[in-house]
């Protein structure tokens, strides 16, 4: 690491010496290093390196580690820096969540379409999955053989930060007649672990069509390759809404099922149900935040009131993190309220579930909430909330329609992580 | 590395007290000035250590160090000096690895750690205050060279600290780096990354 051979010329400067300047630059955050790129062209290849990335994940982890160690209370929110919704098809609005010296103005997006992916058809691009940064998509080829019956979809990994994407091979179906079926894509990246990405494919299998298969993708070996043994599922579990935490992949089912699957000892493994709700339900938020899975339902008539639910990480059972009550929300924001609505709907107030946000630091951990023209968050510990940012509506909008549900909104943070 | 020895509580950091129990190395920069160094401060330096290991040279030999100023092995000398007393602080028993901090500790190890902690941070801000990026840059060189791993973490860490909010200008200067794009070639990438442009400090 250290070059200890110099020559004893006295020209010998820092900026000659490549690692120094790696050491130093892997101590500077991201989003300098991006404007850094601009200082010369060595530096731009020196930064865009995937040599360079790990490195500078690898420091910052052990910055981690050394916080966490020395229960160091976190000063900083978690590294959840923004989050993006989809607006439309071809519009992203970038929410930051971090107090930027800047807060008063509107901050520029990192982007705000998708077309470094691909320059023909930006709008047939769909956000699938995030991932600490790194995202997965999905695009549909057109049809453009009038033998080929099905449509054929393309996925690609991106980096929204450095633009960069990369497409996935496709994965083979394992005899030439038979189409394969692909029931949902999940990326799994956990950079504190390796700066490497896998993405979980979740595929109909040879032996019949009550089992499932999965494959995994490795960003090490650009291949896909069949994981573990064929699986039977419950009829209704939704593979393409995965959400990958601690190293596994868990779906769930509308009627309670609730499955995962562990990458490593590569198995797939059921959760308990999820808990049933009272009344009937309105929606469910299914995620994660900081190594924890959540799960809200929002049901029967009292929808102020509901529970965020938390799973144990040794998966024994689903208990309740935090216990919310938007009234003084309603009260302080009179548009949710749907006049034109009875009282006892479901839907009489609007507001959906954004994220839910655990922090480190437990005073921070907070709900974010789409209301109308607006994103709010609300903090679980002593239930202040604040205005996080406005949505202006765009063409056919009103302003009192709510414009997406939390399927639109992922999660963002700035990584020089190589795709 | 040594935790904290008898140490010398003479506080000028040159001269070697006469008379101490001590050993002390000798040391001599690029530009002739001698420095008598305690044993242990001195083994500090990578470079001095493995010196001392592979040859059975006498101590009392000045070691050269042909790529070293004076001003900056005085620097680096008060540097080690500190972060040894401060090291000492912390009871022997437990281990300097942060991983093996999940191991039972005492009270009072936690205490005197957390203290420990606090007065390198006050150090670290007291000891760059004054020094200008050029004086910085040669620190780091002389910390690089000699070996000090303590030592050149932290400097890489306040040059980090000290760029990152500058403009890329700021950091061409800093580095006496000459840009390399033609301004078509920059003006591209400013635009590609325009976020991460705003908010950066008035050079």
Redesign the interface.
């Known amino acids: 690491m250290l070059t200890t051979n110099y020559g004893s010329s006295s020209a010998e400067t820092v900026a000659n010496n490549e690692d120094l300047v790696t050491q130093i630059l892997i101590r500077v955050p991201v989003k300098p290093l991006l404007r850094f790129k601009c200082v010369s062209k060595h530096w731009l290849s020196l930064i865009s390196s995937s040599h360079f990335y790990h490195h500078h994940n690898h420091n910052h982890n052990q910055n981690q580690n050394q916080n966490q160690n020395q229960n160091q209370k976190q000063n900083h929110p978690t590294s959840l820096s923004a989050v993006i919704l989809r607006r439309n098809p071809s519009l992203f609005q970038f929410v930051p969540l971090k107090p930027t010296k800047t807060t008063t103005t509107t901050t520029t997006p990192p982007f705000t379409s998708l077309h470094f992916i691909n320059q023909n058809s930006p709008s047939n691009i769909k956000i699938l999955h995030s991932c600490h940064g790194l995202f997965l998509c999905r695009s549909v080829q057109e049809k453009n053989n009038i033998l080929n019956q099905n449509n054929r979809h393309c996925y690609y990994v991106c980096n929204f930060t450095t633009k960069q994407s990369t497409t996935l091979p496709s994965i083979n179906s394992f005899s030439p007649n038979e189409p394969i079926s692909i029931f949902g894509l999940t990326l799994a990246f956990e950079p504190s672990k390796s700066p490497h990405y896998q993405v979980v494919c979740v595929r109909s299998s040879k032996v019949s069509m009550y089992y499932y298969q999965i494959e995994v993708y490795s960003s090490k070996t650009r291949t896909w390759r069949t994981s573990g043994s064929p699986f039977v599922a419950p009829f209704d579990i939704v593979f393409d809404n995965g959400v990958f935490c601690n190293g596994a992949v868990h779906w769930i089912s509308p009627s309670g099922s609730a499955l995962y699957y562990d990458i490593e000892r590569e198995r797939v493994e059921k959760m308990p149900r999820l808990v049933e709700s009272w009344g009937k339900r309105r929606s469910r938020y299914f995620g994660e935040s900081n190594g924890h899975l959540h799960l809200v339902d929002i049901c029967g008539v009292r929808t102020t009131k509901f529970k965020v639910f938390e799973m144990e990480r040794d998966y024994s059972k689903w208990f309740v993190k935090y216990e919310v009550d938007l009234d003084e929300i309603v009260a302080t924001f009179p548009e949710m309220v749907r006049d034109s609505l009875d009282p006892c709907d479901s839907y009489y107030y609007a507001f959906v579930i954004v994220f839910v946000v655990r922090n480190e630091n437990e005073e921070e951990s907070s709900l974010l909430l789409h209301i109308p023209g607006k994103i709010i968050s609300y903090n679980f510990r002593d239930k202040s909330f604040k205005k996080v940012c406005d949505l202006t509506p765009i063409r056919n909008e009103t302003k009192s329609s709510l414009q997406f549900g939390w399927l639109d909104a992922y999660q963002f943070v700035e990584t020089l992580a190589c795709v | 590395m040594a935790n904290g020895e008898n140490q010398n509580p003479n506080p000028n950091p040159i001269e070697a007290t006469p008379g101490a129990a001590a050993r002390t190395i000798t040391l001599k920069t ?1 530009d002739g000035e001698i420095f008598e160094v305690e044993e242990a401060v001195a083994m500090e330096f ?2 001095v250590k493995s010196f001392f290991e592979d040859d059975a040279v006498s101590a009392t030999k000045p070691m050269p160090l ?2 070293v100023s004076g001003s900056a092995l005085s620097r680096v000398i008060t540097y080690c000096r500190r972060s040894l007393e401060i090291r000492s602080m912390i009871p022997p028993a437990t281990s300097e690895d ?2 093996a ?2 191991a039972v500790q005492g009270e009072g190890d936690l205490e005197a ?1 957390k203290a420990a ?1 606090q007065e390198r941070k006050e150090f670290e801000a007291e000891f760059l205050k004054d020094e200008s990026n050029e004086d910085v ?1 040669e620190l ?2 002389a910390a ?2 000699l ?1 000090i ?1 303590e030592l ?1 973490d932290f400097l ?2 306040s ?3 000290r ?6 200008e700021y ?2 200067k800093f ?7 033609t301004p078509e070639e ?1 003006a591209q ?2 635009q ?9 400090d008035e050079d």
Not at chain 2, 163 to 168: G, L
Not at chain 2, 192 to 200: D, I, K, L, R
């Open positions: 690029a990578g470079t042909p790529n942060a991983t901090a999940e750690e902690k840059k780091i060189l690089n060279y070996n791993k050149l890489c860490r040059v980090a600290l760029i990152q909010n500058k403009s890329v950091a061409r580095f006496g780096i000459e840009g390399d794009y920059e990438i400013r590609e990354y325009a976020w991460a442009f705003e908010g950066v």
